[in-house]
C-alpha cells in the first residue's frame, strides 16, 4: 500500500511539473490580454509554440561551439531538476533529503550560466550585454533565496524544502517571517523568470533587453528548451509561494494538492496583473529592486533567530 501511495505521489508531481508550467503561462498571456481588452491566446498556446519549434531545424553560426547548443539543454534539464525537489502540490515533492533547499539554489544558478556562456559563445556584443546584466542580477539575488531558505529553516525548524515552505504560523516573530519571505519570493520568481517590472520578454529594444537578448541566436528545439525551462521555473517559484499561502501545505492529501495548484494560477493572475499595470523599471532600479527582496529576505532570517532564541 506505501508502495502504491509514493509512485502516485511520484506520478501526481511529475504530471504538474510538465502540465502546469504551460498552462501558468497561458493564465499570464490570458490575464495581460484581458487588461488590454482583448480576448488573448489559448491557455495551452505554449504548448502549441513548443510542438512547433521541435519540429523545426535549428540554425547556428559558423563562430559557435557545441557549447552554445548544449546550454539551453543544460538549462532545461537544471529546471527540471529544481522541480524535482519542490513542493509542486504543497507537500514533499519527487526527491526530498536534507538541506536540499541549497541544491535547489544551486542548480537555479548552474542553469542561468548555462545560458550566459551560450550567449557568449555566440561572440556577439548584443548577447554579452544581455550576459553581464544577468550575472549583475543574479550576484545580488542569490543571496536573498537562501536568506529566505535560512529564515524559514530557523522558524520552523526543519532542514527540507518542503517542510521549511510548509510554515506553521504562530504567535510571535514566525508571521513576520512568513509575510517577508512571501515578499522576497515574489520578487526573486519576478528576477528569475524575467518577468515584467524587471524584464520583458516580449521587447526587442536593446536598451532594456536582458533574458531575451541571451537567447535571440536559439532556434528550432533550443529555443523549445530554453521556453520550457522558464515555464518550468516558473511553475517551481509559483508553488514555493503557494505552498507558503497553503493552510492545508504538508498534509499531502488531496485538497492539499488541489489547493496548492489553485494557489499557483493565482500567483500567475497576480503576475499578469502585474505585467499590465506596472511599467518596466529603468535598468539601474532594478538592483533597487532586488535589493527590497534582500532586506525582506535578511529581516526574515533576523527575526526567526530573535524568535529561536527568545522560546529558550
Not at 46 to 73: E, I, W
Not at 273 to 279: G, K, N
Amino acid at each position: 500500500m506505501a508502495i502504491a501511495v509514493t509512485l502516485l505521489r511520484l506520478l501526481l508531481n511529475l504530471t504538474a511539473l510538465l502540465v502546469m508550467p504551460v498552462v501558468l503561462a497561458g493564465v499570464i498571456g490570458r490575464v495581460k490580454s484581458l487588461w488590454s481588452g482583448r480576448k488573448g491566446p489559448p491557455i495551452l498556446q505554449l504548448g502549441y509554440d513548443l510542438l512547433r519549434l521541435a519540429q523545426k531545424r535549428p540554425v547556428y553560426s559558423t563562430t559557435t561551439t557545441p557549447l552554445f547548443r548544449l546550454g539551453p539543454h543544460v538549462f532545461l534539464v537544471t529546471s527540471l531538476c529544481a522541480g524535482a525537489i519542490a513542493p509542486l502540490l504543497g507537500s514533499r515533492g519527487i526527491a526530498s533529503f536534507p538541506f536540499d533547499f541549497v541544491w535547489f539554489a544551486y542548480v537555479w544558478a548552474l542553469g542561468r550560466v548555462a545560458i550566459m556562456l551560450a550567449a557568449l559563445d555566440a561572440g556577439s556584443s548584443f548577447e554579452g550585454m544581455g550576459a553581464a546584466r544577468e550575472a549583475v542580477f543574479a550576484a545580488a539575488l542569490e543571496p536573498a533565496l537562501f536568506l529566505v531558505a535560512g529564515a524559514l529553516s530557523f522558524s520552523g525548524g526543519h532542514r527540507t524544502l518542503h517542510e521549511i515552505a510548509a510554515i506553521e504560523l504562530r504567535p510571535g516573530g514566525q508571521t513576520v517571517v512568513w509575510v517577508l519571505s512571501i515578499i522576497a519570493l515574489v520578487i526573486i520568481l519576478q528576477v528569475e523568470t524575467s518577468r515584467m517590472p524587471v524584464d520583458d520578454p516580449s521587447t526587442h529594444l536593446e536598451l532594456t533587453m536582458v533574458h531575451e537578448v541571451m537567447v535571440l541566436d536559439h532556434s528550432g528545439p533550443d529555443l523549445a528548451a530554453v521556453q520550457l525551462g522558464t515555464a518550468i521555473k516558473l511553475f517551481v517559484g509559483s508553488s514555493l509561494v503557494a505552498t507558503l499561502l497553503n493552510p492545508w501545505s504538508g498534509s499531502g492529501g488531496l485538497l492539499c494538492g488541489l489547493s496548492n495548484l489553485g494557489l499557483c494560477i493565482g500567483v500567475a493572475v497576480l503576475l499578469g496583473t502585474v505585467e499590465s499595470l506596472v511599467a518596466r523599471f529603468r535598468l539601474r532600479a532594478v538592483p533597487e529592486y532586488i535589493a527590497v527582496a534582500l532586506a525582506c529576505g535578511g529581516v526574515a532570517l533576523l527575526a526567526a533567530i530573535w524568535r529561536a532564541g527568545g522560546s529558550k
